[in-house]
Nanobody, 124 residues
């Protein structure tokens, strides 16, 4: 079993930056791929970013490419989502997810373990 806990959300203004953290525990972290997803009010959940735990390629949604960066700290078993130049349309609940295979995917159904989510609100 894997436990995933997000943190770092908040209320910011357009153009600001925010860093989300995702702590994974309960299983050898090197076997996990990690992803970030988000869900805005009244909209479906959408993919944001993903990466394998042991490095390799990273994947981003077109809407965040060039503004968001996913990274990990293997020693601390934490995955980060650095969000720069935030826009009001980035407002959503952000979820971190872990996949039991160290191959990142963009489809939410590919992920086995999910956090509770952290709210990010960007005011204009």
């Amino acid at each position: 079993q894997v436990k995933v806990v997000e943190s770092g959300g908040g209320l910011v203004q357009a153009g600001d930056s925010l860093r989300l953290s995702c702590a994974a525990s309960g299983r050898t972290s090197s076997t996990l791929a990690m992803g970030w997803f988000r869900q805005a009010p009244g909209k479906e959940q959408e993919f944001v970013a993903a990466m394998g735990w042991s490095g390799g390629p990273t994947y981003y949604a077109d809407s965040v490419k060039g503004r968001f960066t996913i990274s990990r700290d293997n020693a601390e078993n934490i995955v980060y989502l650095q969000m720069n130049t935030l826009k009001p349309e980035d407002t959503a609940v952000y979820y971190c997810a872990a996949r039991g295979v160290n191959i990142p995917r963009v489809e939410s159904w590919q992920y086995d373990y999910w956090g509770q989510g952290t709210q990010v609100t960007v005011s204009s």
